[in-house]
C-alpha cells in the first residue's frame, strides 16, 4: 500500500524567497508522482508528473525531483511570489495498482508580500 | 482549465438522502475517478472507471456507486448519506495511453 506524507503541513515566507516542499512515499515500486496545486475550495491543478524513470521535471519557476531510492521527492518553487500562496499536494502511483493517486495531506504555503 | 466539468458547485443535503454528482470529462479521456477530500486532508480514491467499468475501488462502502457514459461523462451516487460524507469530491480523468490525471473543479457536499 503507497502511503505519502508532507512535511511540513504549513510553510510561511518572505517574498522572492525559493520555496522547497517535501515528499515521502513509502513503495519505492513507484509508476509516477505528480505535483498539485489546489487553491482554498477548489480543485486540484497539475503542476509536474514525473514518470519512474526520470529524476526531474521543470515548468518554469517549478522543478521537482524524485528519489525513488529514498522514497522522496521535492518540489523547488524559484523566487516565490504572493501568487504563489496555495496547497501544494503530492501524490504517487504504484506499479502494482497505476489508477490510484495515493496523496499527501499537503503543504499550505503563504507567501508575504 | 483542464477540460474537466463538475456539477452542482455546492450542495445541502440532509442525513439518510440520496445525492448525485456528475462530472464531464474531455473527449478520449477514457478514464475516470472519483475522490473524497475532507477538510484539511488529502483526497482520497473512491473508484475509477475505465470504458465504462469500474476497474477499480478504495476503502469505500457499497452506498458509494459510479457509473461512466460513452458521451464521457460519469456520476458518483451516495445513498444514506452520512454527516461524515460532508466533503470535497473531485473527479479525474486521463486520457487514452496517459498517466497524467486532470482533475475538475470539485462539487462541494454538506450534510446536515
Known amino acids: 500500500k503507497q502511503e505519502v506524507t508532507q512535511i511540513p503541513a504549513a510553510l510561511s515566507v518572505p517574498e522572492g524567497e525559493n520555496l522547497v516542499l517535501n515528499c515521502s512515499f513509502t513503495?519505492?515500486?513507484?509508476?509516477?508522482l505528480q505535483w498539485f496545486r489546489q487553491d482554498p475550495g477548489k480543485g486540484l491543478t497539475s503542476l509536474l508528473l514525473i514518470q519512474s524513470s526520470q529524476r526531474e521535471q521543470t515548468s518554469g519557476r517549478l522543478n521537482a525531483s524524485l528519489d525513488k531510492s529514498s522514497g522522496r521527492s521535492t518540489l523547488y518553487i524559484a523566487a516565490s511570489q504572493p501568487g504563489d500562496s496555495a496547497t501544494y499536494l503530492c501524490a504517487a502511483s504504484s506499479f502494482s495498482n497505476d489508477y490510484k493517486l495515493s496523496f499527501g495531506a499537503g503543504t499550505t504555503v503563504t507567501v508575504r508580500a | 482549465e483542464t477540460g474537466v466539468t463538475q456539477s452542482p458547485t455546492h450542495l445541502i443535503k440532509t442525513r439518510g438522502q440520496q445525492v448525485t454528482l456528475r462530472c464531464s470529462s474531455q473527449?478520449?479521456?477514457?478514464?475516470v475517478s472519483w475522490y473524497q477530500q475532507a477538510l484539511g486532508q488529502g483526497p482520497q480514491f473512491i473508484f475509477q472507471?475505465?470504458?465504462?467499468?469500474?476497474?477499480g475501488r478504495g476503502n469505500f462502502p457499497p452506498r458509494f456507486s459510479g457509473l461512466q457514459f460513452p458521451n464521457y461523462s460519469s456520476e458518483l451516487n451516495v445513498n444514506a448519506l452520512e454527516l461524515d460524507d460532508s466533503a470535497l469530491y473531485l473527479c479525474a480523468s486521463r486520457p487514452s495511453g496517459k498517466t497524467e490525471a486532470f482533475f475538475g473543479q470539485g462539487t462541494r457536499l454538506t450534510v446536515v
Open positions: 513503495d519505492s515500486a513507484i509508476y509516477n
Open positions: 472507471y475505465y470504458r465504462e467499468e469500474e476497474n
Open positions: 473527449s478520449g479521456h477514457n478514464t
